[in-house]
Structures are given as structure tokens and as C-alpha cells.
């Protein structure tokens, strides 16, 4: 996939990012402007937060484990 192609992915994965964190991580809740959940398996609790809005969205962190990440990376 060359950079465009990626970008424009990006872009339109952003537009629908509620949508794309409900498919992928369906046991969490949008709190505050995150989806909030246990873990990356997708278990219940609060420790995974991804940011749905600004320009940060995509944009994880597991409070447990101290991980980050982005969901487009």
C-alpha cells in the first residue's frame, strides 16, 4: 500500500473511529471522549483508554500496563 492509499485509510478510519473501537473492542464504553475498556483483548474494565476526538484520536494508553500506542500504527 503505498502513502496515499495509507493516509487516506487513516483518514477515513478517523471519521469513523466510534465505529471501528465499538467492532474491534466491543465490551468498552465511551467516557469523556474515550473508549474506555480493560485491556487490548478487549476484556472489561477502565484501564484502556482510546481517544475518540481531537487530534489525538486513535491515540491509546493501558494505565495497567503502561503501554501506548496508536490503532493506525
Known sequence: MNSPDKKE???NLIA???EVVRYLLPA???KSGYW???DLSGS???SLKIQL???K???WSDFATE???DIFE
Open 28 to 30: 468498552g464504553k465511551e
Open 9 to 11: 485509510l487513516k483518514i
Open 36 to 38: 474506555v475498556v480493560g
Open 53 to 55: 476526538t481531537g487530534d
Open 16 to 18: 469513523r473511529i466510534e
Open 67 to 69: 503501554e501506548t500506542g
Open 44 to 46: 472489561e474494565g477502565q
Open 57 to 59: 484520536t486513535g491515540v
